[in-house]
């Protein structure tokens, strides 16, 4: 059997004398589309940080791809949309093709010049997400669905096994929505991708992840959507006051 691709055990944090996040545990397998969901404040973007080393867990451990996190050196594995990711102003002076680009500066160093075979891999990777024929466009000059996807070729360029989102939609029209869940589909069958997506969108993403983890400092639930609504976790997640609504397609 293939090694998860990772696994967070007995992971706590706080920050100061507040805990964000206890006793966390949770694995994570090859070609997994995860969705994390909770209320704002439940601690979603501190463990997505913890899992890219950008925080490190007050106790507990993390690992990827079958090593520790301190002895994993392999970054380019992973791929990372940030929260606000395409929210560039319409002056933002970059190319579509340089904003890409820029996704390689981990492999290529700062030093070292892109050449040709850097320019193919941003091309495949604009291809994948099907704006090719923007890439010489500014970015700034983009509607936020097509920002959205320079953004996650941006991620992509690298080649990653495990692709990470952090509040993708915010921002996005329904209909660029649809579309972008459709992308990550595409990708998790066509590339086996691993894919780690967070949203505060209960009812949308319950419909397009395969499993769900729902998280409030604690988590409460990891497995199919379908038993998470059928156990009602999510009235656990947000409280028993909370009125969850699941969108029928």
């Not at 997994?32 to 913890?50: A, R």
């Not at 509607?143 to 996807?149: A, H, L, T, V």
Request: charged fraction near 20%; glycine fraction near 10%.
């Amino acid at each position: 059997m293939s090694e998860p691709v990772l696994v967070l055990d007995q992971v706590s944090f706080h920050y100061g004398h507040r805990q964000v996040l206890e006793n966390i545990n949770l694995t994570v397998w090859p070609g997994d589309f995860l969705g994390i969901v909770g209320p704002n404040g439940s601690g979603k973007s501190t463990l997505l940080k913890i899992i890219l080393r950008l925080l490190r867990p007050s106790e507990g451990q993390v690992s990827l791809f079958g090593l520790r996190q301190e002895k994993f050196h392999q970054w380019t594995k992973i791929g990372y949309v940030p929260q606000n990711a395409n929210s560039f102003h319409h002056g933002f002076p970059a190319t579509v093709q340089e904003v890409v680009l820029s996704g390689l500066t981990a492999s290529l160093g700062l030093f070292k010049r892109p050449g040709a075979e850097e320019h193919q891999y941003v091309v495949e990777a604009l291809e994948q997400v099907g704006v090719a024929g923007l890439r010489k466009r500014v970015i700034g000059e983009l509607s936020g669905g097509q920002q959205q996807r320079v953004l996650i070729a941006k991620a992509l360029v690298s080649r990653p096994a495990l692709l990470i989102l952090d509040e993708p939609t915010v921002g996005v029209d329904l209909a660029a929505q649809e579309q972008f869940y459709n992308l990550l589909s595409e990708l998790r069958k066509e590339a086996g991708m691993t894919l780690i997506l967070v949203s505060h969108d209960i009812g949308v993403v319950t419909e397009h992840v395969g499993s769900v983890a729902c998280l409030n400092r604690k988590l409460y639930f990891h497995g199919a959507p379908a038993d998470c609504w059928a156990k009602d976790f999510f009235s656990q997640t947000y409280g028993s006051a909370a009125r969850v609504l699941r969108h029928a397609h």
